[in-house]
């Protein structure tokens, strides 16, 4: 259609889809009854509930073999994640070493590396978190001031990371950098470290966000000393490695499905008969939904041709997360003063509470609409 | 002849003879220059390049072929009732103009031949009561006494709703075009409004709506011939309504009082797409249908009618 606008048709092949009843069998016997099943991917962090997956092989499904993968291709994954998603099953555990962190190290990770960190990560017992962003440094990445300094035998790190999500019971951070000067177009002299959340040096603060949950965390660097085998790809190549990885972090179906579980208990709570309206309010979710998952699986093709679908993962994105603060808004106008314990309520007021994050975590709505115009040529 | 080099045959056809002068005097309505000339010149070329029978069961195209054209058409905003055209030449044959009804209103009734009414009745003997929907183009009222019944496709409102998908997302990709064209060369306070983040913002937006439509409008196709055709018809119906709206608000603004000038094409395809919008069902009807599908399913089941693929 448009330079960088481009959703071309892709249908999941049947081996993909051959994996649905598998997860969703899997789901409905691993979950117990009274869980409170919630489809954003950041909520329920379960290391039982994530070994159980990577026993089945759902963890790392796209990469080799030999680092414990399965070799699957990117539809495969997209099921696997879609039918956890829509379930409303605890993935948070491993989602990040799954959907970034991993693939980051089968691109620029030495083999050591991913001898060492790829098959824990397919297991389900290995767990990372994002270093990104810091306290001066939110949208603006190429700020960071975290600083790595070369030492006999490795580096010293120091500064602090901010919004890190569940590094306060996760196994590593992905941190970035400034190892050197940053030059004329910023974003030079940055590098990642993967750094053990429990070593000498680090000190993990959880974050009380306004669900009363504690999700992200600050990770404070003093004088940590890593090695360097702890360095990932070059020095100096943190820009391109970052952004690299956006892809991957913001087309899946996890940008549109967060509210997910609010719309099966607004299907439930209509019941068999529901009004004019009920039914219209329904449809349009489902539309919205079908849409969007045609869009997501599009650019899970364009993963799978090797392409680079930086703006049309943006553009997903994007529109997923304005719909999925659209979807409780408009569902709570139909739900009126249920009790406390009704599950229609207590998914409302979960994902209300969390809905802020939608819009900001993975690229604000501001940035994604700045990717998108440079795609359009405006900027 | 693939349906690659039919479209690149029909874009040279709409881009050489299809302008706002002929849009203009195609239009019905009340304006008091507007003229509702049906274009025989265009109709007298699409008929001598085969244009008219893409998705014929004898033209070695499909209906997925026909929803192609009607896209390309939609872009161009055609003037001419170029859905009616290929949907009756598909499912019924005979010669000449044939329109097809929703209801008792056809596009272009009084320069047809021939009417096939959406309840599967083929009439050749009418009057015509003139009229137009908000763009101008004409939708008049069929009268007749006599019918025949004919074998329409149980889905057809649902064909036909597709039509309007297709012409709606064609429309809606040329709008993204003409803004993005608009706000790179209008200069305001010394620098292309492009330059302005809030302009760009609009644009973004706009965009999400025009890919999210393209997406929804080529996955209804690609179902077409399957058992979710229907429901992947009514999102799109859906998705593609509550875009036109948006982005026709968006392309406006963008494009200040120049566009709410009737000089400017802007409104051939703005106006086309809110009337298109109400046509073989707006939004609501749409959404009931698939909201009854999902309810009856139950809550349980609602991914898996929304995830399952087509058999």
């Known amino acids: ?379 | 002849m693939t349906i690659d080099l039919i479209l690149d045959t029909a874009e040279r056809v709409f881009t050489d003879h299809c302008n706002k002068e002929l849009r203009d005097s195609a239009e019905s309505g009340s304006i008091d220059d507007q003229k509702g000339l049906f274009p025989e010149g265009l109709w007298t070329v699409i008929q001598d390049t085969g244009l008219h029978q893409v998705g014929g069961r004898e033209s070695g195209t499909t209906l997925a072929d026909a929803f192609r054209m009607i896209r390309l058409a939609g872009k161009f905003a055609v003037p001419l009732p170029y859905p009616e055209i290929l949907i009756s030449n598909r499912f019924v044959t005979g010669q000449g103009l044939t329109t097809v009804a929703e209801g008792v209103i056809a596009p272009w009734a009084r320069r047809a031949e021939r009417v096939v009414t959406d309840d599967g009745q083929l009439v050749d003997e009418f009057d015509v009561v003139e009229g137009a929907n908000l763009a101008g183009e004409p939708r008049d009222e069929v009268v007749f006494e006599n019918s025949k019944s004919i074998e329409l496709p149980p889905n057809f409102r649902a064909i036909m709703a597709m039509t309007r998908v297709a012409a709606m997302s064609g429309a809606l990709e040329k709008l993204l075009e003409l803004t993005i064209d608009y706000v790179g060369e209008r200069k305001q306070f010394g620098r292309p409004i492009s330059g302005f983040q809030a302009v760009q913002h609009n644009v973004a937006r706009m965009a999400g709506e025009v890919a999210a439509s393209t997406r929804a409008s080529d996955a209804a196709i690609e179902a077409l011939d399957t058992n979710r055709f229907v429901i992947q018809v009514s999102a799109a119906k859906v998705r593609v309504g509550e875009a036109a709206g948006i982005v026709a608000e968006i392309a406006h603004q963008a494009h200040g009082a120049m566009g709410f000038t009737h000089e400017h094409e802007l409104h051939h395809y703005t106006r086309r797409l809110w009337a298109w919008r109400d046509e073989y069902g707006h939004e609501k009807e749409w959404q009931q249908l698939i909201g009854r599908q999902v309810v009856a399913a139950g809550a349980d089941r609602a991914w898996e009618l929304i995830s399952d693929c087509a058999d």
């Not at chain 1, 606008?5 to 069998?25: C, K, M, S, W």
């Not at chain 1, 039918?83 to 962190?101: C, K, N, T």
């Not at chain 1, 004088?223 to 020095?235: H, I, P, R, T």
């Not at chain 1, 304005?322 to 599950?343: N, S």
């Open chain 1, 1 to 379: 259609m448009f330079s960088g606008l481009d959703f071309e048709p892709a249908r999941l092949p049947p081996e993909a889809e051959a994996l649905r009843v598998g997860v969703r069998d899997f789901v409905e016997r691993e979950l117990p009854g009274d869980y409170l099943r919630n489809s954003d991917f950041n909520e329920g962090h379960s290391a039982e509930f994530s070994q159980k997956l990577g026993m089945r092989g759902w963890i790392g499904m796209t990469w080799p073999q030999q680092y414990g993968g399965g070799d699957r291709s990117f539809f495969e994954r997209y099921v696997v994640t879609e039918e956890l998603l829509a379930a409303g099953a605890p993935v948070s555990a491993h989602w990040i070493a799954d959907r970034q962190s991993g693939p980051l190290l089968l691109r620029y990770g030495t083999e050591d590396q991913k001898l060492k960190y790829l098959p824990p990560i397919t297991r389900g017992e290995s767990y990372f978190s994002i270093g990104m962003s810091e306290p001066d440094s939110g949208s603006d990445l190429a700020s960071v001031q975290t600083r790595a300094s070369a030492v006999d035998g490795g580096w010293i790190l120091n500064g602090t990371k901010l919004w890190s999500t569940d590094a306060h019971r996760n196994h590593y951070i992905v941190a970035l950098v400034r190892t050197g000067p940053s030059g004329e177009s910023r974003h030079e002299g940055l590098s990642q470290f993967i750094v053990d959340l429990h070593a000498n040096g680090v000190t993990v603060r959880p974050i009380k966000n306004i669900a009363g949950d504690e999700d992200f965390n600050e990770v404070v660097f003093e004088d940590c000393v890593v090695s360097e085998e702890n360095l990932v790809g070059a020095v100096g190549n943190g820009w391109e490695q970052v952004t690299s990885e956006l892809g991957y972090e913001r087309s899946g179906p996890e940008r549109f499905l967060s509210a997910f579980r609010v719309f099966v208990e607004f299907v439930r709570y209509v019941g068999a008969s529901p009004s004019d309206e009920e039914s219209a309010l329904i449809g349009r979710l489902a539309s919205h939904i079908m849409t969007l998952r045609q869009m997501s699986i599009s650019v899970a093709a364009m993963l799978q041709a090797g392409k680079n679908p930086a703006t049309e993962a943006a553009l997903v994105k994007s529109l997923g997360n304005d719909f999925e603060k659209t979807l409780p808004e408009l569902v709570r106008l139909f739900a009126p003063r249920l009790g406390p314990k009704h599950p229609l309520r207590c998914s409302l007021e979960q994902t209300l509470l969390h809905s802020p994050s939608f819009t900001i975590r993975g690229g604000t709505r501001e940035i994604l609409r700045g990717v998108i115009a440079r795609g359009l040529g405006l900027r």
